[in-house]
């Protein structure tokens, strides 16, 4: 049975306390699983939207960063682009927002390009998708460190690791494709046929006219043609994401984004919303903070969150991820048992 340790800390303003938690998980989980660390080892993190007060601040990641400096591993903050028009939607202003957020100790790498068009396809053959688009850079490492911040997600529900990997790692194309169906379209109305659309198309998708149209044949749901328009005249369905189907997708695509990798997962269970981090409002917390959690299985991790969450606040109001989760270990990403192994 796989294994997660946890640390209590009751206070996400205890950061000293967050950082000590962090190191000496991360010390007992490669320890007693005798985890081989590669000489690069990336940071999966979410900077924040801006105006969101509720992500992990990097101040946090102080314990891992000292951890990687004592074996002289080398790191990097990466992320990939957002599918929503926002500041983490192009490279350029992911990367000025991730500063403005403090992300300043490492190197910051946008795993999927500038506008989400550098991906690897990577095979799975599952239900919903045979082939998954993961950001390149993230696709080509042998370990992540996959950094998550449990909480809320409007489709999703509560979790963390497996929402960070699916969802995080993909590609804006990849998240299209769970989201949606992967085809955009382009509003007829909207349209002001400038063409910018059809010049940054990687494929060459788009034709045009006196407006734009996508050739639904050449057309690989990378979604770059929805950063470039000015007009927001590209827009994908959010209706097919209203299902079940939904959160296999998101499953399937952290089994992609994890597939063949050595990765270890650090969970934060603080400043827990209901709604992630990409929502740029400010929110208010509905559950006490919990601690810190570390696991190599995705599945395992986020049900240990989801079951101390439940035994902190006494109720049990958190299931709405469980689907995600009974599909994940369905499909062979991970396990739902597990022994918490508290420190
Ligand atoms: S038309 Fe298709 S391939 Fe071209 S930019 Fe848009 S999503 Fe990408
Ligand atoms: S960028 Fe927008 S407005 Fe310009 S041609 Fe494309 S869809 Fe039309």
Same mark, same amino acid.
């Given at each position: 049975m796989k294994k997660v340790y946890f640390k209590a800390v009751d206070s996400y303003l205890k950061t000293q306390d967050i950082n000590e938690a962090t190191k000496v998980l991360l010390n007992r989980l490669v320890e007693d699983e005798s985890i081989t660390l590669e000489k690069y080892i990336p940071l999966k993190v979410h900077f924040g939207?801006?105006?969101? &007060?509720t992500y992990i601040e990097s101040k946090n990641f102080e314990g891992i960063l000292e951890y990687f400096k004592e074996r002289e591993i080398e790191s990097a903050y990466m992320e990939t682009n957002v599918l929503y028009r926002g500041e983490r939607t192009t490279s350029k202003n992911h990367i000025k927002l991730a500063g403005e957020h403090g992300f300043t100790q490492l190197p910051i790498v946008i795993a999927d390009g500038d506008h989400g068009e550098n991906y690897e396809e990577v095979e799975i053959n599952k239900k919903n998708f045979k082939k998954c688009k993961i950001g390149a850079e993230i696709a080509k490492q042998k370990q992540v460190m996959v950094i998550s911040h449990f909480k809320g997600h409007a489709l999703?529900?509560?979790g963390g690791a497996i929402k960070q990997l699916g969802m995080g790692c993909a590609s804006r194309g990849g998240k299209l494709a769970?989201? #949606?169906? *992967?085809?955009? &379209?382009? $509003?007829?109305? &909207?349209?002001?046929?400038c063409g910018s659309c059809a010049k940054n198309c990687p494929e060459k998708a788009i034709v045009m006219g006196s407006k734009a149209k996508i050739n639904k044949d050449k057309c690989v749901g990378c979604a770059a /043609?929805?950063?470039? /328009?000015?007009?927001?005249? =590209? *827009?994908? $369905?959010?209706?097919? *994401?209203? $299902?079940k189907s939904f959160n296999e997708r998101l499953a399937e695509? #952290?089994? #992609? #984004? $994890? !597939?063949? !990798? %050595?990765?270890?997962?650090?969970?934060f269970a603080f400043n827990i919303t209901r709604n992630c981090d990409c929502d740029g409002h400010s929110m208010k917390p509905v559950a006490k903070d919990i601690g810190v959690f570390a696991a190599t299985d995705p599945v395992a991790i986020d049900q240990a969150c989801l079951d101390v969450l439940d035994k902190v %606040?006494?109720?049990? =109001?958190?299931?709405r991820g469980k689907y995600t989760l009974d599909y994940a270990e369905k499909i062979g990403l991970g396990s739902r048992k597990y022994e918490l192994v508290e420190i």
């Open positions: 939207e801006k105006g969101n &007060k999703a529900g509560f769970q989201h #949606a169906n *992967s085809i955009p &379209k382009i $509003s007829y109305f &909207k349209c002001k046929g /043609c929805m950063t470039t /328009c000015n007009f927001g005249a =590209v *827009s994908n $369905s959010w209706l097919a *994401s209203l $299902s695509y #952290a089994y #992609a #984004a $994890s !597939k063949d !990798k %050595n990765n270890i997962y650090i969970t %606040n006494g109720r049990r =109001v958190f299931r």
